[in-house]
Structure formats: structure tokens, C-alpha cells
T-cell receptor, first 113, second 112 residues
Framework: DADVTQTPRNRITKTGKRIMLECSQT?????MYWYRQDPGLGLRLIYY???????NKGEISDGYSVSRQAQAKFSLSLESAIPNQTALYFC????????????FGQGTRLTVV | QKEVEQNSGPLSVPEGAIASLNCTYS??????FFWYRQYSGKSPELIMS????GDKEDGRFTAQLNKASQYVSLLIRDSQPSDSATYLC????????????FGTGTRLTIIP
């Protein structure tokens, strides 16, 4: 089983719908991140969290919200999906006490029609 | 000014040659630097990390860091077709500001 698991892997949704992307990890890391990737734009940071009480906005947080339900779970929500949120979404984790390397989930391909 | 900048490419290199990938960053307080490789539709995977000025070698890969110039590079020796991928440069500040920021990536193609 993967250490960082994202669900769903693929999702097609309609404009205006609320959708949640979930990320869970078994690595025991405290830092968790959500990124979106669009062709030619690299990975852009949406939100990041250092623990369940600490949530920080990234560079493109508008239209998104997050919830850190437990150390192992970090969910990303689109309250009212729009077509330009169609992208590949990645969750990542890291633990600065061990190494600064980030570990990524398999990605969620989201299409908003 | 973008926090992390890379030439988007594409960069084409003959098989067996050296591929050179470059990255600049804007925050002088940055402490940790990474190169990730990403195949199309897949997750990024760590290739190299570097934290102090100079060179760090791991097999065919060498990372170079120059904090004074705010520059980090990746050299791939004896390039193989399997090295064809997008290479992402990433930077983190540490010490209370642990936003992990990526560049836009450089697409590398190794020509057999």
C-alpha cells in the first residue's frame, strides 16, 4: 500500500458542485501540502498544514478550503467547482525532524464540466 | 518575480551526453533545495537534495548550489532515454517558514 493515498484518483464533476479530495498518510509526518498541476505551470501550492491546528494558505487558495481532521488526514474541498479548476491535484507530506524530503500521493485528476 | 524559476524547455540532449538543468530562486533565506523527476501523469519523485554550497554527487546525478547567486543546478551524465521526463526544482526556507515551492519544471528529452 502507498504511504500517501489520495482518493478519488479520477473524478468528473459538474460546475457548481461541491467536491472533496482526500489525502491520508501512514508515514507519521506532521507537514501536509496540497498542490495543483496544470500543463506548463509546475506545481502550485494551494494550502499547507504543519499540524491539526495550523493551516496556511498557499499561492492559489481562492476557491478552495481544507480540513486537517487528524495528523494523518488532510482534505481539500472545492465549494463550488468551476471549469478552470480542472487539473491534476497532488497531496504531499514531509517531516522536518527526519528529512526535508516531500513524499507525494498518486494524484487526483479532476475534470469540471 | 517568481519564487522559483526554471527554463521550461523542452531541452533535447543526445543519449550519452550531459544534460544541464538550471534553477534560480528569489528568497535568500532558503535553506533546502531539491530536484524532482516527474514522468507524464505520475507523481514527482525525489532525485537529489542539497543544503550547502558546492556539489553533491549521486551516481549519474550532480546537484550544484550557489547561495550567493541564488542558483541551483542538476547535471545528468551519460544521459539515457529513461531520463526523459520533466524535472522540477523545489525550494524550502525552513526555520518557521516551511512553504515548499516548486518551479514550473524543465521538460528533458534524451534523443537515442
Amino acid at each position: 500500500d502507498a504511504d500517501v493515498t489520495q482518493t478519488p484518483r479520477n473524478r468528473i464533476t459538474k460546475t457548481g458542485k461541491r467536491i472533496m479530495l482526500e489525502c491520508s498518510q501512514t508515514k507519521g509526518h506532521d507537514r501536509m501540502y496540497w498542490y495543483r498541476q496544470d500543463p506548463g505551470l509546475g506545481l502550485r501550492l494551494i494550502y499547507y498544514s504543519f499540524d491539526v491546528k495550523d493551516i496556511n494558505k498557499g499561492e492559489i487558495s481562492d476557491g478552495y478550503s481544507v480540513s486537517r481532521q487528524a495528523q494523518a488526514k488532510f482534505s481539500l474541498s472545492l465549494e463550488s467547482a468551476i471549469p478552470n479548476q480542472t487539473a491534476l491535484y497532488f497531496c504531499a507530506t514531509r517531516d522536518d525532524r527526519v528529512s526535508t524530503e516531500a513524499f507525494f500521493g498518486q494524484g487526483t485528476r479532476l475534470t469540471v464540466v | 518575480q517568481k519564487e522559483v524559476e526554471q527554463n521550461s524547455g523542452p531541452l533535447s540532449v543526445p543519449e550519452g551526453a550531459i544534460a544541464s538543468l538550471n534553477c534560480t530562486y528569489s528568497d535568500r533565506g532558503s535553506q533546502s533545495f531539491f530536484w524532482y523527476r516527474q514522468y507524464s501523469g505520475k507523481s514527482p519523485e525525489l532525485i537529489m537534495s542539497i543544503y550547502s554550497n558546492g556539489d553533491k554527487e549521486d551516481g549519474r546525478f550532480t546537484a550544484q548550489l550557489n547561495k550567493a547567486s541564488q542558483y541551483v543546478s542538476l547535471l545528468i551524465r551519460d544521459s539515457q532515454p529513461s531520463d526523459s521526463a520533466t524535472y522540477l526544482c523545489a525550494v524550502i526556507r525552513n526555520f518557521g517558514n516551511e512553504k515548499l515551492t516548486f518551479g514550473t519544471g524543465t521538460r528533458l528529452t534524451i534523443i537515442p
